[in-house]
């Protein structure tokens, strides 16, 4: 493997519309969401790891699920964590990440993936991000990976490229954010629109020449410890800058100003897995568009349905449809798929009735 690739692998979110199985104590990247016998995290490790050395792979994340992540990713060793003492959102945890891996390597190209995203067809990814390292080794460039989108989905941001370009890897224009509808079958009608998938490749010397003309107050206040990084030094550091940062996306703090972005379209289907129903997008299905992870089911007159249980635990259910049924421990969630997206804010409410949620 090329020692000059590394992978930030994103595992710091929540995941609160996978409630009740994603919580704060154990979010949705650490868990088997799709009944394969990996987790999440695991799943993109390994995946990550086709490409990358396993001792490159940094994995960003909460300092409390530290422990967690050591005990899912065996390969992995304690300096390659690192560790948000407060959550700020995805640009300064990049920074933090990118800087400890241009100390240890000038010449490291970069791939940003989050941990949860759903792709099933692991060589297609892999040459994807061939293409896109040998782009960024080549050029100044920022890059992304675009998703070619299969419907006006109202749930993602939009990546417009010039148009009629033949190029494999294409210059971005505009970001777009989440559309109503109407907007977004506009832009599919267009074609020169693609699904914000959230990974981004460069390599380090351009993502931090990136941030200093971009962001140049938060650069500064990182830069200030590069000679700490990567030593016992750097951990005091952090606790003190880290809460000092804004909390802000990469999206709006470096890739939305920033001149040379690209994207290359991605040859391989996607799914960022961030609700109940797009897990259900991808499971297979019984005659009645039914999708059962682990129980023993019996659904009856029942139709378009999600049921997510324990392992082997016995489920009935008659006269139900588009609903999801989630039982987890000592908490069960049943409620229409249509309103799914409420399922967030259902927690919030859960919490003020009932402290311990």
Known sequence: MNKNLYAILMAGGIGSRFWPVSTAALPKQFHDILGTGETLIQKT??????????????????EEYGNLVMEQLPKIKKEQLVLEPVMRNTAPCILYASLKIKKKNPDALLVVAPSDHWIEDEEAF??????????????DVLMTLGIKPTFPNIGYGYIQHKKNETDTVKKVEQFREKPDYETAKVFLEQGNFLWNAGIFIWSAKSILEAFEKHQPTMFNQFINGFSVMNTQKEQAFINTTYPEAENISIDYAVMEPSKNIYVLPASFDWNDLGTWGSLYDELPKD??????????????????????TSKNKTVVIGDLKDYIIIDEKDK????????????????KKMKEKYSDT
Not at 49 to 55: C, D
């Open 45 to 62: 490790f390994n995946r990550l790891n086709r490409s990358i050395p396993a001792e490159n792979i940094y994995i960003l994340t909460n």
């Open 126 to 139: 892999a040459k994807d991000l061939k293409t896109c390292f040998e782009t960024c080794k080549a050029d």
């Open 287 to 308: 005659d009645n568009e039914n999708v059962v992870v682990n129980a023993k089911a019996l659904l009856e007159n029942s139709k378009g349905n999600i049921v997510h």
């Open 332 to 347: 069960l969630l049943i409620y229409p798929k249509k309103k799914e997206q409420e399922v967030k804010d259902l927690l």
